[in-house]
């Protein structure tokens, strides 16, 4: 009897786990199902909300006031696939719509002090989405001046200072370039074309293809997009909830309030510098990328001027 109980009981173990492991199936099963429902319905909702299509081009583009030949099906294409590029890449898009917020200020009263279009902001977006990148080639700053042309305009460049990373200074620079070679080309598009490529190379492609106007040249792959793309950057960021990007005010990038402090001699370490204005070397340094060492050599006693930022807008640095 002790036997037939024990099978019994063995019996009943295994008819429970069994029962068991049938209804965790069939949930595990029915969650699989769920799953897969559910991911069709976001699948379907996605293509409901979410519509990639062609971009419309604006008729009537212009350049600095110079009219594209959008009639000519080959400039169209490459007007279409700048806008394309710049639409759809909507991080990129986002970012230099929240930069623009922050140094378009700073930027389009010495453009316009200097008689350049105010087009020509959205050749610093191209050249360097606003930040201060440089170039496999050495090309430096927001304008991607190079060593020896920020010399040649007056900039100061060392491994201690190098003014090319200074917004104001360099625009400025970017502005007596730009006025230089549209004296000569007397076209914008064509000096654009010579920023991004040097006149040199412009110089040739014009002399061997006999053209003189940037829309019949035919140049290399990046300043043949160039002018298109600068276009494209203008009509998305002037414009952007017609492309679909929508950005609160509260989200922007801005400027931090500041005042100047000027010095004539050096110093010896900015760390020290900083801490007196109640702010951090970091912070020192977003404000002034220019001074490009932990200290200010300055032995010929030059006057330098040094943005701090208004004391309370950081928190206290410890």
């Not at 492991?21 to 409901?48: E, H, L």
């Not at 279409?80 to 719509?97: C, G, H, K, M, P």
């Not at 140049?219 to 009509?235: N, Q």
Request: proline share 4%; hydrophobic share 40%.
């Amino acid at each position: 009897m002790k036997t037939i109980k024990n099978i019994l009981m063995l019996l009943g173990v295994v008819f429970v786990a069994g029962t068991l492991i049938f209804a965790v199936g069939n949930t595990t099963g029915m969650a699989n199902n769920d799953k897969v429902v559910a991911n069709d319905s976001v699948q379907t909702n996605v293509s409901k909300s979410y519509k990639i299509s062609s971009i419309d081009i604006p008729e009537n583009l212009n350049f600095a006031g110079e009219v594209v030949p959008q009639s000519d099906p080959e400039i169209l294409e490459r007007i279409d696939r700048e806008f394309l590029v710049n639409t759809y890449w909507q991080s990129n898009a986002v970012l230099l719509i929240k930069r623009a917020n922050k140094y378009f200020p700073i930027i389009e009263p010495i453009l316009a002090k200097n008689g350049i279009p105010d087009d020509f902001k959205y050749l610093a977006v191209a050249e360097s989405g606003l930040t201060n990148v440089v170039s496999p080639a050495g090309a430096t700053g927001f304008w991607q001046i190079m060593r020896e042309t920020g010399r040649e305009y007056g900039l100061e460049v060392n491994s201690n200072v190098d003014e090319r990373y200074h917004l104001e200074k360099s625009t400025e620079v970017a502005c007596k370039y730009l006025n230089r070679w549209k004296n000569k080309y007397g076209s914008w598009a064509l000096t654009a074309a010579a920023y991004n490529a040097g006149p040199g190379a412009i110089n040739k492609y014009m002399g061997i293809q006999q053209v003189d106007n940037y829309w019949d040249l035919l140049l290399g792959s990046e300043t043949g997009r160039y002018v298109f793309r600068i276009m494209a950057i203008k009509e998305i960021l002037s414009n952007p909830e017609k492309y679909g990007f929508h950005i609160d005010k509260e989200d922007m990038y801005e400027a931090v309030p500041t005042f100047n402090v000027e010095i004539d001699k050096p110093v010896s370490d900015f760390a020290d510098f900083a801490q007196e204005y109640e702010i951090n070397y970091k912070i020192l340094k977003r404000h002034n990328p220019w001074l490009r060492e932990a200290h200010l050599n300055n032995s010929s006693r030059k006057k330098y001027t040094i943005e701090i930022p208004n004391k309370g807008y950081y928190r206290e640095s410890k």
